[in-house]
Nanobody, 126 residues
Framework: QVQLVESGGGMVQSGGSLTLSCTGSGFILDYYEVGWYRQAPGKEREGVSCISKGGDTTKYSNSVKGRFTISRDSAKNTIYLQMNNLAPEDTAVYYC???????????????????WGQGTQVTVSS
């Protein structure tokens, strides 16, 4: 069964850090572009970060650039999102998504993923 599972969300104070994990099962993430997205209450889902199939290209939204880092661990079939210096405006449900044919880190909003995870809640208190 093809599945993406996020973990690592939680509640932190402003200025704190969290690392989110996105683990694939039933397929090899190395062959896919993988993105992290987030959706806050009452807001549209936004692309936060993306890593290319080969891992040589990473993209970040302006709102997280310099604070978040995306990375791959091929041995664990997992994508990470290290989030530092978190702020209350980072509060959202975070999703990972993977795609090949219609997804590209170079595309606006990273294109169209094929697989989505269930999401993990991140709450940052002031």
């Amino acid at each position: 069964q093809v599945q993406l599972v996020e973990s690592g969300g939680g509640m932190v104070q402003s200025g704190g850090s969290l690392t989110l994990s996105c683990t694939g099962s039933g397929f090899i993430l190395d062959y896919y572009e993988v993105g992290w997205y987030r959706q806050a209450p009452g807001k549209e889902r936004e692309g936060v970060s993306c890593i290319s199939k080969g891992g040589d290209t990473t993209k970040y939204s302006n709102s997280v650039k310099g604070r978040f880092t995306i990375s791959r661990d091929s041995a664990k079939n997992t994508i990470y999102l290290q989030m530092n210096n978190l702020a209350p405006e980072d509060t959202a449900v975070y999703y990972c998504a993977a795609g090949r044919t219609h997804m590209s880190c170079a595309s606006p909003r990273y294109g169209i993923p094929h697989y989505w995870g269930q999401g993990t809640q991140v709450t940052v208190s002031s």
